[in-house]
């Protein structure tokens, strides 16, 4: 068997105060991911850059889905508003 391996090269890193244990997801060049620090964080996935954040004040160790403009995730607390984009 032949392996073949390739070099990636970091093009950005985004700190959150808090650990990730999820999965991010990428919709429309924007990385969705959620944190121990109780925030949802959408980053554009050009830049590195936070486009925005909600706090759910719990901790977020689910992956994030997106369908029909809305971001889903799931925490140990319920949001009173649904994010919309």
Not at 37 to 45: F, I, P, S, W, Y
């Amino acid at each position: 068997m032949t392996c073949h391996f390739t070099m990636h090269t970091t093009h950005w890193a985004f700190t959150t105060s808090g650990m990730v244990r999820s999965s991010p997801a990428v919709v429309d060049g924007v990385v969705y991911v959620g944190s121990d620090n109780g925030k949802l964080h959408a980053v554009d996935a050009d830049t590195g850059r936070e486009r925005w954040s909600f706090h759910t004040k719990a901790r977020l160790r689910s992956s994030p889905a997106m369908a029909n403009g809305i971001v889903y995730i799931a925490s140990a607390r319920v949001a009173k508003s649904p994010i919309g984009m």
